[in-house]
């Protein structure tokens, strides 16, 4: 359970430091997302599901 609020903290300060220092940049990605047919952004959001999946994965092996 430590992990996982570990996880959604990291993930917090990481978004928050994005929209404070970049709000432009966000805005921009976000309409490149609008874009994209629904399926793109669908396969985007599991391969970001997979690729956190294997980081928590490697950092549990490393002793984490």
Partial sequence: MGMILLAFGLVLIVEGLAYALAPSLIERMLEALRSLPEKARRLAGL?????GLVLLWAA???GF
């Fill in 47 to 51: 391969l970001c599901v997979v690729s």
């Fill in 60 to 62: 549990y092996q490393v």
